[in-house]
């Protein structure tokens, strides 16, 4: 008689994400809202400045300050998001490397994929800075425009 022998496959890294990656992911989606809505706004507000009531000096004046300290957070808000997305990457990659430690041997099959889940949060970071920081770079533009054509009209 044959016995039968099933193969199994038992995976060896099984996608662990520590709480604070799941709190920065939090955080970035939080900014990608905040993002979205800033950006909404802006649109709306040129849009109200295209009507020619609305194109009086000081109400012009008002809307470039507003606009320009969004912008100048926006930098430090991709500022702090690279920053977090460092700390996460590090504190991630301490993490595995720790639990490395204590095993006999270490299992190249358990760290590169542990590696790569905590490359691919910090990937996910730096496209949301890239994004918050082009968003500003073009709010930046449209203002600097809209300065100039609105001086050439004055």
């Known amino acids: 008689m044959q016995e039968e022998s099933t193969v199994t496959f038992q995976p060896i890294y099984e996608g662990y994400q520590p709480w604070f990656a799941k709190l920065f992911v939090l955080y970035l989606f939080i900014v990608l809202v905040v993002l979205l809505f800033r950006s909404v706004k802006f649109i709306w507000i040129l849009l109200k400045l295209r009507k020619p009531s609305q194109q009086s000096e000081g ?3 008002a809307v470039w300050a507003g606009r320009s300290g969004r912008v100048a957070s926006s930098k430090r808000l ?3 998001t690279v920053l977090l997305s460092t700390v996460t990457l590090s504190w991630w990659t301490a993490d595995v490397l ?3 430690r204590t095993e006999k ?3 190249l099959a358990y760290i590169l994929p542990a590696i790569g889940d905590a ?5 996910f970071g730096i496209i949301i800075t890239a994004a918050v920081l082009g968003g500003s770079m073009w709010t930046q533009f449209i203002l600097n425009r809209r300065m100039a054509a609105f001086k050439r009209k004055k």
């Open 78 to 80: 991709a500022g702090l």
């Open 119 to 123: 490359l691919a949060v910090f990937t």
């Open 59 to 61: 109400v012009f004046n």
């Open 98 to 100: 720790l639990g490395v």
């Open 105 to 107: 041997s270490p299992n």
